[in-house]
């Protein structure tokens, strides 16, 4: 039976700068990650798979293990793609615009993660968001609307601790956020906030998908399990074992 294998996602916003880009992209390399959400990208490299407006962008790293990061379909605010059995959405909500529009942005992010639920959801991003459920210490609007929004969606939270996301002179806060289908989220470990310099206010974010490594495994599924996190045992890998992030 082929052993376990981590997959390595990365979680960065970077304002717009060039040089934290140019950082973004070396880190990328060094960690070898294997996919990267970037919120508030410089530019959108021909290489990356970025929303309508420039907001939030894919990356993935090229490796003859890892399949191909597929678009599946974007709008202002977000970018969704297929990574074998995974469809990533990146995601990126502007903190100067109004809470009815947030209302309608989650609205539009329930509907995409219906339509490509034949394969295990994935959503990360600047939600710009706070509330106590994921350590911030206080909540705001946007948290109340986005703390509900897991319901809907049947997704799970995999933010973790109250290590602040975003760091700046005044305060600090944590608004970057990752939600998973179950039975993706009991594959995930070692989420964690990075420490490191990045040349903004906002810390890289960091998660694995631990996985069953099979060469035989197949893209996609033909259905969307949900099964409820609590009955799900951590340790046991029959479920990951089923996740296809290997070329066929």
């Keep these: 039976m082929a052993g376990l294998r981590r997959h390595r996602f990365l979680q960065a916003n970077i304002n717009h700068c060039r040089a934290a880009q140019d950082l973004l992209v070396q880190i990328f390399a060094e960690w070898l990650v294997d996919v990267a959400v970037v919120a508030e990208p410089y530019s959108v490299p021909g290489s990356w798979l970025g929303d309508d407006n420039g907001s939030v962008a894919l990356l993935m790293r090229s490796s003859t293990d890892s399949p191909p990061l597929s678009l599946l379909e974007r709008g202002q605010g977000y970018v969704a793609a297929a990574w074998g059995d995974i469809a990533l959405i990146g995601v990126y909500f502007s903190p100067n615009r109004p809470l009815v529009d947030f209302e309608s942005f989650l609205e539009v992010l329930a509907r995409v993660a219906r339509r490509v639920a034949q394969r295990w959801v994935l959503v990360v991003g600047d939600f710009n968001a706070k509330s106590v459920l994921w350590g911030s210490p206080t909540t705001d609007a946007r948290g109340r609307e986005l703390e509900t929004w897991p319901i809907s969606t049947g997704l799970s ?8 996301t975003c760091v700046r002179r005044q305060r600090g806060s944590i608004v970057d956020l990752a939600f998973a289908s179950p039975s993706l989220a009991a594959c995930v470990v070692d989420w964690r906030v990075e420490l490191v310099k990045t040349l903004l206010d906002h810390r890289y974010v960091r998660f694995d998908v631990s996985v069953q ?13 949900r099964w409820s996190l609590s009955r799900l045992d951590r340790n046991e890998g029959g479920l990951c074992s089923g996740l296809a992030v290997a070329p066929s």
Excluded: I, K, Y
């Excluded at 939270?157 to 602040?164: A, D, F, T, W, Y």
């Excluded at 893209?219 to 399990?225: A, D, K, Q, T």
């Design 157 to 164: 939270l995999l933010n973790r601790g109250s290590v602040q």
């Design 213 to 225: 490594g099979s060469q035989e495994a197949r893209m996609g599924r033909s259905h969307f399990p």
